[in-house]
């Protein structure tokens, strides 16, 4: 396992060489570019790990494109130890399947700030069953990152499930996805990101699922005439480790990343949120498409077609599954803001 590590850290250009006998560097890879909201929170992170070790510790960031392309590559870094941290998001699911639990529609608070504090409790993310599942794949949950709201856009407005129907909507590779949007009786589709603005525009697709910031990066609001927010889910990055440099760590370096993440909690929070408000700004100011919220009703409707891929997801990832959601459904009920009606 070591010498694949070593090989992989040489083929991605990660090798280092520590400055002091004393001195660690650890290599952080984020699925998103510099300036996004994981680059904002890893910077965050790099600086207070660097200050509490007294500089015994080097945080290196890899954003996309630093460490490859293909985001299962960035996963296998972490497992096998070339890279010793990363955030692992929609796309986790064919390494860790328990993690399509953070894709279910309707399950965690419509509230952004409650979600994010359901998800980095004791309760959900020191769980047996979520720590489990990323522990038995060689890897930890350190932390959860809410990135905003997974906004809908349409060449239509949707404001009803009957509004969706047969809708040709891109979601990710992702199987519990599919489900999801099957059940509100569309017709989920399958594209490449970099081939995703050029497949609106031809048609080949007519809806969208992103977080604002990706809507105006990629400038899919271009060709797309209706943004609607439903609250359905949330984009969530989940920070995670490699095991064995985890278990290699002291204890006073394990408590070191525990309190850092906690801390970061809020402020991971506030960066997600600024930088959406911004964007959408700037999507309002570059564009007349039409920015719909769906009011408690309308929400509703929608959550009752897509209760039963619980069950689905549970039925295609086992028994670890049901204790990870339960685990959540604890979590976001200490909250107070339940949206599981």
Do not use: C
Not at 177 to 193: D, K, N, W
């Amino acid at each position: 396992m070591r010498l694949k590590a070593i090989g992989l850290a040489i083929a991605f250009g990660l090798v280092t060489v520590a400055g002091s006998a004393n001195a660690e560097t650890w290599r952080f890879g984020l699925e998103e570019i510099e300036g996004s909201v994981q680059y904002q929170y890893a910077k965050e992170f790099k600086d207070l790990i660097e200050e509490k070790s007294d500089g015994d510790i080097t945080v290196q960031l890899l954003p996309y494109g630093k460490w490859g392309s293909s985001y299962s590559a960035l996963y296998d870094a972490v497992q096998n130890g070339a890279i010793q941290i990363g955030f692992g998001s929609g796309a986790l699911g064919g390494t860790v399947p328990e993690s399509q639990l953070l894709s279910l529609n309707f399950v965690m608070p419509s509230d952004q700030w409650a979600t994010a504090q359901a998800l980095n409790s004791d309760t959900f993310l020191q769980s047996d069953a979520w720590q489990s599942s990323f522990r038995n794949r060689g890897l930890v949950p350190l932390a959860e990152l809410t990135e905003g709201y997974q906004v809908w856009t349409a060449n239509k407005p949707i404001k009803t499930p009957a509004d969706m129907k047969n809708l040709k909507i891109r979601v990710m590779d992702n199987s519990l996805l599919r489900s999801t949007y099957r059940a509100y009786g569309a017709s989920p589709i399958t594209i490449a990101y970099g081939e995703l603005y050029s497949a609106l525009q031809q048609g080949q697709a007519e809806g969208n699922i992103q977080p604002v910031f990706a809507h105006e990066e990629m400038g899919f609001y271009e060709v797309q005439k209706a943004m609607i927010f439903a609250k359905q889910s949330q984009f969530v990055a989940t920070l995670m480790g490699n095991l064995d440099w985890y278990e290699g760590l002291s204890s006073e370096q394990q408590k070191m990343v525990k309190d850092v993440t906690q801390q970061l909690v809020k402020t991971g929070y506030d960066i997600q949120t600024k930088f959406n408000s911004e964007r959408l700004d700037t999507i309002k100011s570059k564009s007349d498409i039409e920015i719909i919220e769906l009011n408690d009703e309308q929400r509703a409707a929608f959550r009752k077609m897509v209760k039963p891929v619980r069950e689905t997801f549970v039925n295609d990832v086992g028994d670890g599954a049901q204790k990870s959601l339960d685990a959540l459904l604890s979590a976001v009920k200490q909250t107070g803001s339940s949206d599981d009606e």
